[in-house]
Nanobody, 122 residues
Framework: QVQLVESGGGLVQAGGSLRLSCVAS????????MGWFRQAPGKEREFVAA????????YYADSVKDRFTISRVTNKNTVFLQMSSLNPEDTAVYYC???????????????WGQGTQVTVSS
C-alpha cells in the first residue's frame, strides 16, 4: 500500500504561482512513477505531469508544458508540482498518484491522494 497526501493548494490570482507537494508513505516510494492529475467541476480527470521513479524523465500535458515543473525528492518521499503563469483554466482539484508506468492515463495509477483545491482568479 502507498498512502499519498497532497498539500499546497489555495487561491491565487491569474499569473501567479503555487507549489503543490505530495508526501508518500507505505511501500517503497522510489519504486513508483509519480503523477499529478486534475479535475475541474463537470469535467473528467486529466493528466498534468509525471516523473519516473528515478526522477530522470518527466512527461507533461501540452496545456501545462513550460509553465509547470514536476520533481521528486526520494529521501523525503515527496513529489512537487511547481506551477507558474497560472490562469483560470487551471482551476481544479489536483491529485497526486503513484503507478508503475509513465503514462497519462489514470487507469495506470493504482494509488491516489485525496486532492487539493487550486483556484485561480481572473
Amino acid at each position: 500500500q502507498v498512502q499519498l497526501v497532497e498539500s499546497g493548494g489555495g487561491l491565487v490570482q491569474a499569473g501567479g504561482s503555487l507549489r503543490l507537494s505530495c508526501v508518500a508513505s507505505g511501500r517503497i516510494f522510489s519504486s513508483y512513477v509519480m503523477g499529478w492529475f486534475r479535475q475541474a467541476p463537470g469535467k473528467e480527470r486529466e493528466f498534468v505531469a509525471a516523473v519516473t521513479s528515478s526522477g530522470g524523465s518527466t512527461y507533461y500535458a501540452d496545456s501545462v508544458k513550460d509553465r509547470f515543473t514536476i520533481s521528486r525528492v526520494t529521501n523525503k518521499n515527496t513529489v512537487f508540482l511547481q506551477m507558474s503563469s497560472l490562469n483560470p483554466e487551471d482551476t481544479a482539484v489536483y491529485y497526486c498518484a503513484a503507478g508503475l508506468r509513465l503514462t497519462k492515463f489514470p487507469r495506470d495509477y493504482g494509488y491516489w491522494g485525496q486532492g487539493t483545491q487550486v483556484t485561480v482568479s481572473s
